[in-house]
């Protein structure tokens, strides 16, 4: 099967540091591939795709809407040869402009931030964001998780957590730090700002640091899935105005893979990623997300990683994916 999968234009595909949707986008045009796909991405200058994936280069790295739009015209006079399209942009504009064989997904709290949407085949990445979707664009809308990524066997601990992704006022960095030094434990920070953080946020965390807590930046693969094989859990305070939510957990999955337990706070579709207890510890309030931090090493790092593995390795989020891909080729709704 032709495939054609739309990138952001945010951030380019296959680079390091910031970019989940970029890195399930490199993920998914190689798993699509492995299994004979003939596979086309559509990315901005600097992506790098593996030599079997043709790129198209659809411009500079840009904005939400704007960008995309004329990353669209870079695409659109080869829409037509595919016969299925994964649209993991923001705007969707060609799903928007035209009919296609396509599945577009939405990846935001509807609530939060509600942008023009195509009329049909949109997917939502949980059950709680997909009723919130409903609710507000009176549309159907079918769940299918596209998260996926390497799988690892599990480390000891070496008894420091780890915070990482975008470095961003939402994403709760500052009061993880805060724990860590009350609870005297170490910590990692990975990631750099996203579009639209405020610079001074990395400022006031790199002059946090020291004591136990380190902030690495940007950093390889490679070296990412290490801090998350020997972290003791990842810690994600994750905060958001009150009635919206997390739609799902992008850094979850990628720790997950890894045999490493998440600690954050119950809120939008979190309890949807991380089985309580088992996978992790869904905190109500500060008090609690610290007591389970502590808790977080008496998990099964093992268990983790093969449950982990059954629902987002390549193989269960490949067989997925080409389900839908062929409903749609075929004309499905």
Not at 96 to 107: D, E, Q, S, V
Not at 175 to 194: F, Q, S, T
Request: hydrophobic fraction near 40%; charged fraction near 25%.
């Amino acid at each position: 099967m032709n495939t054609l999968i739309v990138s952001t234009a945010i951030f380019p595909v296959g680079g390091t540091g910031y970019g989940g949707i970029e890195k399930l986008v490199s993920y998914t045009a190689r798993e699509l591939a492995r299994r004979g796909h003939a596979v086309v991405v559509a990315a901005p200058t600097g992506s790098v795709t593996p030599p079997w994936v043709r790129l198209i280069q659809t411009g500079p790295c840009g904005d939400f809407m704007v960008s995309e739009l004329a990353a669209y015209y870079e695409y659109r006079p080869y829409l037509s040869q595919f016969d299925a399209i994964l649209d993991y942009s923001h705007s969707k504009w060609a799903m928007r402009m035209n009919k296609l064989p396509a599945i577009g997904f939405i990846w935001h709290d509807p609530k939060a931030l509600q942008c023009p949407e195509p009329d049909y085949n949109v997917a939502a990445l949980s059950v709680w964001q997909a009723a919130r979707f409903q609710e507000i664009y009176k549309q159907q809308v079918k769940v299918l998780d596209p998260h996926l990524g390497p799988s690892a066997s599990p480390l000891p601990s070496k008894g420091r957590f780890l915070i990482e992704g975008k470095i961003g006022e939402k994403t709760g960095v500052l009061d993880a730090i805060a724990m860590c030094k009350e609870l005297e434990v170490g910590l990692d920070i990975i990631g750099v700002p996203g579009p639209g953080d405020p610079p001074e946020l990395l400022d006031k965390v790199k002059k946090e640091c020291g004591n136990g807590i380190t902030y690495w930046g940007g950093v390889s693969d490679e070296a990412r899935m290490e801090f998350e094989r020997e972290a003791q859990a990842l810690i994600y305070p994750v905060t958001y105005p009150p009635g919206q939510g997390e739609a799902h957990s992008h850094k979850s999955v990628s720790v997950l893979l890894t045999g490493c337990p998440v600690v954050t706070y119950d809120q939008g579709a979190l309890s949807e990623v991380i089985a309580h207890g088992d996978m992790g510890f869904l905190a109500v309030n500060r008090t609690e997300f610290k007591d389970f931090m502590l808790q977080a090493g008496e998990l099964k790092r093992d268990v983790i990683a093969w449950k982990a593995k059954e629902r987002w390795g390549f193989e269960a989020t490949g067989d997925r994916l080409v389900k839908a891909l062929e409903e749609v080729a075929k004309g499905s709704k």
